[in-house]
């Protein structure tokens, strides 16, 4: 549907953070697929076209969040970015961090989390945290690295640590029937980034919340600043290890 493409395209363009010669940093909206699936007919690999601005190349995407996750999402601009952005991500030489409400407190106030993830590689994979407010006995606000990039791995490991994700309907099936909760959305945001460009710059880029996150927020007087958040960034997030039961 033609429409629909072009709201799509006009809502992208607006959340586009950063743009130079080589990649376009999104703040991706949640329940935007990146790529299609069988409950997918529209995403922004449809989309691809209408991102080239003043370049002949088509944009190529190097990684993906899932669906329902908001967040940063890097698209190359040419296919040499590409090569090396994709490399990048493979051997793991982009730092991401994650911000996520939690239905629940974990145990420990951070940890690192080493499980395998259900898929064919059935490799482990590894995510750090750290618990940055406890809510109200019943909620965390968590900051999350992903050292491995398994499909819907921070998702899995929270379920794991006996937190689930609020909103997570594939990893927590009877949801909190708060009414302050928007019951459609995924409380997963993919906060932060930091990478080395091919010509050896060191950028950081950082997306601002989702709609439903800051009014949770908000609502439970959970502070979200950049300096707030940062402090947890640089102290990067490690103590212990926790070793979860596949």
Known sequence: NLNDLKSLKKKIISH???????????????????????????????????????????????????????????????????????????????????????????KRTNGTIISKIKDKKNKDAVTKYIVLKKIKKRFSFVLLKPETGRKRQIREHCFKLGCPIVGDKKYFKNLDKNKKIEPNKLFLHAYKLKLTTQYNKDEEYTAPFPDHIKKFCYLYKIPISKSFINKFVITNILKGVIKLKN
């Open 16 to 106: 586009i953070l950063y743009k130079d010669q080589e990649k376009i940093i999104i703040n991706k909206p949640p329940g935007v697929a990146v790529h299609r699936g069988t409950q997918t007919s529209l995403s922004i690999d449809d989309i691809k076209d209408e991102l080239k601005f003043n370049l002949k190349e088509i944009p190529r995407i190097v990684h993906r969040i899932d669906k329902e996750t908001s967040g940063l999402l890097i698209i190359a601009r040419t296919y040499k970015s590409s090569v090396y952005l994709s490399k990048k991500f493979k051997d793991k030489n982009i730092e991401k961090f994650y911000l996520a409400i939690l239905n629940g407190i974990p």
